[in-house]
């Protein structure tokens, strides 16, 4: 069995979402965050999305550092 590194663009699949390159930036500057607000407290993600997202945070699965790669993203530096 081949396993495969989980990228920002399988992330985005997992997410049911467009995970060409340029979907995903157009999408991280159409839902850039505010400091206040949480990854997984966004208001953009379905009830299914958000749980997947703070499931794998939560136990620090696979997925966790690409999901942190996406919070870093979405966060944009002031």
Known sequence: MELTTPT???L????GLDADP???DAF???HALPDD???IDADF???QQAR???EELRVDAEWAPV???LNERLHPKK
């Open 8 to 10: 920002l663009a399988t």
């Open 12 to 15: 985005f699949e997992q997410l």
């Open 22 to 24: 340029a979907s995903i």
């Open 28 to 30: 991280i500057s159409q």
């Open 37 to 39: 607000v949480k990854l």
């Open 45 to 47: 993600w379905t009830p």
């Open 52 to 54: 997947f997202l703070k």
């Open 67 to 69: 999901v942190d790669e």
